[in-house]
């Protein structure tokens, strides 16, 4: 094929590549017919030069029928011999653009680009093969085209190209230890389930030879996957630099590997039961738009660190999910009915939300911990099976424009699948409309700041509800019937504002002239504002070093509704540990999202005390 001036062709030696990979297929052929038949040394010999000289030339051909060129828009390529292919990629639908260098490419100083574009069906485009130093600088011509500044200069080394730090490097023998240790939990149960068997059929000498035996195989088996393994992880290398991370990996066959941060949609933290002890983990991403090549080698392309100790884990995760703190996290377990359900993983499967990210863990043997960004979130799915249904539970998908991790929430309650589903659509919302200065306008009271603010559980907070209701009973004895500590910080072990929610119950509202004023002599301020909203409630509230402190709802104690209503909600969680765990995990997000707005955090709690509030009221 002639091309014009501006296209180009792939390397001169690309057909002699080809033409080995059909010498290597000849070879298997003829050592398996060899096997069978008596093949003379002058036959073999012939038909390998036969098959070397077929192979040249069909690749001769094939490399003759391809050219590429690149303009300021698209990727052009042009390949096939009888039926002829013109490909054209458009450079804003590039995901990734990699350099891969096969063994026998490495030989001739070639490379391999790879071009990864946004597709639904086969999204890769492959230079086979080019001078190395040409395709480092085609990817980084491709790169500039693509963030639309002025090509650079040509790179041939790999870090130029970066520009950036190292920051993890895993040595071989983690490779090695973490395969073959990460893949003992199933190979041992298998191996002692054959000795029982031949334990129970044949005694107990039979049973040790044939563990043995099983063991011994089973034991190669695992250094051969090792061995596997860190050939194709050989020299893994993370280096971090302009938005970007490059991985480097592979003894044979060598591939650098861009993944562009602000491309990832979820991120998966895992962690083998054998790695726990030695506090190792991998991590997993999810690169939207990813989806060439097969299944296998789109799942090892997601690999952002195979193995290493938590604080460099911590570290990555830090660059690719900046804010996230995953040391800090307070995590939720599924509901009490999930057992129902799924008996044996049930207790596995907990959630947390911030401000920013939806966290979501489940796995027994293989512990596996899913992040997403809300922002990523494209959409919320709540999927409620005829058994879940029957329990009250769902499961919550969050579907991002990944295709390689399933974030998921399995088995939650419904109420709070639904108000989880609610508090990540609130923050995704919250981050896209915040104001260039980072939030909205501070809230104050009378001067004072009054942010929301949660925190852990304090065992101080009965003994001062106790001192203000002494107060209480002393200065309302006129009118008082009843009082009680309500709100979070009534429910031990609950994180929570910290302020002292206490509820008053008198006679009649119609003493609220003098009751005020007995408030008042204690320093709690009276809020009547708040009556148009609530007109059967009185409010006040107490401050101590510029926050509020304590906070007093004063009703007529006849009022029953609203009386029962928050006590019963105080009662149901000092009695579920599981909802008063998931209503932490609730509050502790919405407080950072809502930090400056109270109503409004306050607004997004409400279906989740509704659905405990029902489930908390009498039958």
């Known amino acids: ?20 990979r059909v010498l290597v297929g000849a070879i298997a052929a003829l050592s398996e017919g060899a096997s069978r038949l008596d093949v003379r040394p002058l036959v073999a010999g012939l038909f390998l030069v036969a098959a070397l000289v077929v192979g040249a030339a069909a690749g001769w051909w094939s490399w003759w029928a391809t050219g590429f060129r690149v ?22 639908r590039l995901e990734s653009i990699d350099v891969a260098r096969p063994v026998a490419a490495r030989l ?7 071009l990864e574009a946004v597709s639904d069906s086969a999204s890769e485009v492959r230079l086979s093969y080019l001078d190395h130093d040409a395709a480092l600088r085609l990817r980084e011509e491709l790169r500039a085209r693509m963030e639309k500044g002025p090509a650079p200069a040509g790179t041939p080394s790999v870090p130029a190209a970066v520009g950036g730090r190292e920051v993890a490097r895993v040595a071989t023998g983690e490779l090695v230890l973490g395969a073959v240790v990460g893949r003992l939990v199933w190979l041992l149960p298998v191996v002692l389930a054959a000795m029982l068997m031949t334990l129970a059929a044949r005694g107990p000498g039979l049973a040790i030879v044939s563990g ?16 596997a393994e860190a050939e194709r992880l050989y020299g893994f290398t993370v280096r971090e630099g302009r938005g970007r991370l490059q991985i480097t990996r592979g003894l044979l066959n060598e591939l650098q590997q861009v993944v562009p941060i602000d491309r990832i949609q979820a991120v998966a933290v895992v962690e083998p039961l054998l790695w726990r002890p030695f506090n190792r983990a991998k991590l997993v991403v999810d690169v939207a738009g990813y989806r060439g090549g097969a299944h296998e080698a789109r799942r090892q392309a997601a690999v952002l660190l195979p193995i290493a100790p938590h604080d460099v884990m911590v570290e990555i995760l830090h660059l690719v999910q900046p804010g996230l703190r995953i040391d800090d996290l307070s995590l939720a377990p599924a509901p009490a009915g999930a057992r129902w359900r799924a008996p044996i993983r049930w207790r596995t499967y907990c959630v947390s939300w911030t401000a920013d990210h939806a966290i979501m863990r489940r796995g027994l043997l293989r512990r596996t911990t899913h992040i997403v960004a809300h922002m990523k979130v494209q959409s919320l799915r709540i999927v ?24 998921r929430a399995p088995h939650r309650g419904a109420g709070e699948a639904e108000a989880l589903a609610w508090a990540s659509r609130e923050a995704a919302f919250a981050r896209s409309s915040a104001s260039p200065s980072g939030g909205v306008e501070r809230r104050s009271v009378a001067g004072r700041v009054d942010p929301v603010e949660v925190v852990a559980y304090d065992e101080r907070w009965p003994q001062l509800f106790a001192a203000a209701a002494r107060e209480l009973r002393t200065a309302l004895a006129p009118w008082l019937v009843d009082i009680e500590h309500i709100g979070s910080t009534a429910v031990p072990g609950l994180a929570a504002k910290p302020v ?3 509820q008053v119950g008198v006679r009649s509202l119609e003493d609220s002239a003098h009751i005020v004023s007995a408030m008042k002599s204690l320093g709690y301020e009276y809020v009547p504002e708040l009556e148009d909203e609530r007109p059967e409630r009185r409010y006040f509230r107490r401050w101590a070093g510029g926050r509020r402190s304590h906070q007093v709802h004063l009703v007529e104690r006849s009022n029953s509704d609203w009386w029962d209503r ?3 909600f105080r009662d149901w969680l000092r009695a579920h540990d599981d909802d008063r765990d998931r209503y932490a995990v609730l509050k502790l997000g919405l407080a950072d999202m809502h930090r400056e707005d109270r109503p409004a955090y306050t607004d997004a709690k409400t279906d989740f005390v509704r659905a405990i509030v029902e489930k908390a009221r009498p039958r």
């Open 1 to 20: 094929m002639r091309l014009g001036s501006d296209w180009q062709r792939l390397h001169p030696l690309s057909p002699l590549l080809r033409a080995g």
């Open 71 to 92: 303009t300021d828009d698209e990727v052009e390529l042009w390949t096939g011999v009888l039926f002829r292919r013109h490909r054209r990629v458009p450079l804003a």
């Open 108 to 114: 001739f100083g070639l490379s391999q680009l790879r």
């Open 212 to 227: 043995l035996a099983l063991g011994s195989i089973a034991a190669f088996t695992l250094v051969v996957v090792g061995l």
């Open 384 to 407: 409620h099976g005829p058994w879940q249904r029957a329990l009250g539970l769902a499961t919550l998908h969050l579907d991002t424009a990944g295709a390689q991790i399933e974030a």
């Open 500 to 502: 002292i929610d206490i």
């Open 566 to 568: 928050h006590v019963h």
